[in-house]
């Protein structure tokens, strides 16, 4: 860590609960300072209530007395301390010990009989404390510690010591293995195996969290997300046991470089996650590129940089950033991309779908050969409250900039496949198809295929009845697990068209290996027919279409010239204003 204070808690090799457990210093002293009132209270009250002549009623008094006053002390010193601040040796162990000491002092002074094991079952909660928030050398420590402490006060007494010792040690003992399992336990599902430090859920609460104290204080918050670049062409060339002990590696690493208030987090695969209270975003924009430095070569790393501005939700934060990491990979990757933070398209994109303006217009798909209708293309629409009719040209670069394009493009599929529901109410089993543009983004999304699931299911849509269009920049290399994502769609039993084909990058290997049922041949293709250079060049795309099986719709037919040249040339399927231009649903399904 940063400020050098080593404590069980920081150091890079702790165990993953000790590390990744939200035990900030104002968390720990809040709860010990509660501790100490509570014995203070309850010492005064056995004064007060059962005082006899052998106990030093003085004594009990004045450590009664200033144990409440000492809890106060803490829970004042811990409110003042930031939420993410680690705890150093000082904030973590000393007033234990001290506490120790003072019960210790309790036993002495509490003369013969029974009163010796009341005060001393305040020891149970000396290992409770332990258990949860230290290492489990460092809870043997204080057990053991608090026993002699217990021992020393009993031999002061003249007391026989076995049957006493024997009983608060046990409970003391059972009560911080107990303390300490539940710990474990929690920070488990809160951590990540692997590199030990918090995982996606751990991350998703802390985040929360943050954001409601940022709403009070308002302070600065910086996010990052940070992605390895080609990890898994890593892990082929070396193995996963490489690939997971640079994973390893790195984050520790990394951990050692970070600021006390910052909180690292890996959320999945190579994505690593970083919430950087107090900080600007440029600021935070300088940490990450630090931290990139670290990456052992050749491996590197692309991020993505947002700030929280205030109104932001957890998921609205992490959506701009993960805009942010994939433009920084489609702009070459090994780069931090910070947002400038466009705040007011983000927001107002957000808005506009919690209000219900955007629209889907459908543009018929006809068959080339009969004329018959085979399916609809969803467009997205947004029906602006001052601008009027928004076309998607004009917002989907700032949806995916700002991460909203997850949102929106949810809505895209659930009402589309309302759509297609009402449609197969109308036409049986012979309705048309309805096809979704997908942002490449959403293709990073790891929740896009149990949304679709989620979507056919709720309509009870037979996955062949939607198809899914991904542009061709799917494909090129900038998305990390393209293919694996595709898989994953296609194994709903949805089909999957490569969209605007011919202006983008796709190899024909890539093309054979992938697994699309169908191919839209940009329109420009179809708007060049009649030169007879282009003429060929469409030709050998429909041919190469047809060879590796693939269904061809040609985009933007806007003559009976371009339709008949495309039908004599063996493409299937049609689109354009000829055919029919995009319009809103007729059979009144609604979005909300
Ligand atoms: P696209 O998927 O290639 O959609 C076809 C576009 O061509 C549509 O434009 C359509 O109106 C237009 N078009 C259709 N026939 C003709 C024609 O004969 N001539 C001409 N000149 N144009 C024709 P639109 O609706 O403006 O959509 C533009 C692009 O925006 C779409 O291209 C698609 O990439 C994207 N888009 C549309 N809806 C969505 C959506 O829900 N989500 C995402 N991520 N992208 C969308
Ligand atoms: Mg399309
Ligand atoms: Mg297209």
Not at 182 to 208: C, I, Y
Not at 384 to 394: L, N
């Amino acid at each position: 860590m940063g400020s050098g204070s080593q404590t069980d808690v920081a150091r890079p090799h702790a165990l993953p609960w000790a590390r990744s457990a939200p035990s900030d210093v104002r968390w720990r002293l809040e709860s010990l300072g509660m501790l100490w009132i509570a014995g203070g209270i309850l010492g005064l009250l056995v004064l007060a209530l059962a005082a006899r002549r052998d106990m030093a009623v003085g004594v009990l008094a004045l450590i009664g007395s200033s144990a409440i006053a000492v809890g106060v002390l803490l829970i004042a010193v811990g409110r003042r301390q930031p939420r993410a601040a680690v705890p150093t040796r000082w904030t973590c162990h000393l007033p234990l010990v001290v506490g120790t000491v003072a019960i210790g002092g309790c036993v002495a002074a509490a003369g013969g009989g029974s009163a010796p094991i009341a005060y001393g079952a305040l020891f149970v909660w000396i290992g409770l404390y332990a258990g949860a928030f230290f290492t489990p050398r460092a809870v043997a420590a204080h057990v053991a510690f608090s026993m002699v402490a217990f021992g020393v006060a009993l031999r002061s007494l003249g007391q026989p010591m076995a049957a006493e010792m024997l009983l608060v040690g046990g409970v003391t003992t059972a009560a911080a293995v107990l303390s300490v399992w539940t710990a474990w336990q929690r920070s488990l599902a809160n951590s990540d195996p692997l590199t030990g430090v918090m995982n996606l859920r751990g991350f998703e609460r802390a985040l929360e969290q943050q954001i409601e104290r940022c709403e009070r204080s308002r302070t600065p918050l910086a996010l990052a997300l940070v992605d390895l670049d080609g990890f898994k062409g890593y892990n082929d060339q070396h193995g996963s046991v490489a690939g997971d002990r640079l994973l390893a590696t790195t984050a520790g690493r990394w951990q050692a470089q970070l600021p006390d208030t910052a909180l690292m987090a890996r959320l999945g695969g190579d994505e690593f996650a970083f919430m950087l209270p107090g900080m600007t975003p440029d600021a935070a924009g300088e940490l990450v590129d630090q931290l990139r430095a670290l990456l052992p070569a050749p491996v590197t790393g692309s991020a993505g940089v947002t700030e929280w501005c205030p109104g932001d939700t957890p998921s609205q934060l992490r959506a701009r950033t993960d805009g942010a990491l994939f433009q920084a990979k489609r702009s070459g990757r090994d780069r931090t991309q910070v947002t400038d933070h466009e705040l007011t398209s983000a927001l107002e994109l957000w808005r506009a779908l919690e209000a219900g303006e955007f629209v889907l217009h459908y543009q018929p798909i006809h068959s080339l050969a009969d004329g018959g209708l085979d399916g609809y293309e969803a467009l997205i629409r947004w029906e602006h409250p001052e601008k009027g009719m928004q076309s998607p040209a004009e917002f989907i670069t700032a949806a995916e900039r700002s991460g909203a394009i997850h949102a929106i493009g949810r809505w895209v599929i659930d009402e589309a496949c309302r759509y297609a529901a009402a449609l197969r109410e109308r036409h049986g089993d012979q309705a048309p198809t309805v096809s979704v543009n997908v942002s490449t983004l959403q293709l990073t999304d790891p929740r896009l295929a149990s949304d679709i699931r989620y979507a056919l299911a709720a309509t009870r849509l037979p996955p062949q009845a939607l198809v899914l269009e991904l542009t061709e920049s799917a494909l090129d290399g900038s998305v990390t697990d393209a293919a694996d994502a595709l898989c994953r769609l296609r194994e709903l039993g949805v089909q999957l068209a490569i969209d605007d084909f011919g202006t983008g990058y796709s190899s024909l290997h890539r093309l054979r290996n992938l697994p699309f049922d169908i191919l839209k041949i940009d329109r420009s293709f179809v708007a060049d027919i009649g030169d007879e250079r282009h003429d060929a060049l469409l030709c050998a795309i429909i041919a190469m279409a047809n060879s590796l099986g693939l269904d061809t719709v040609a985009e933007g037919i806007e003559t009976e010239t371009q339709r008949h040249f495309l039908a004599a040339n063996g493409c299937v399927r049609g689109q354009g204003y000829l055919l029919g231009r995009p319009a809103p649903s007729t059979l009144g399904v609604s979005d909300r």
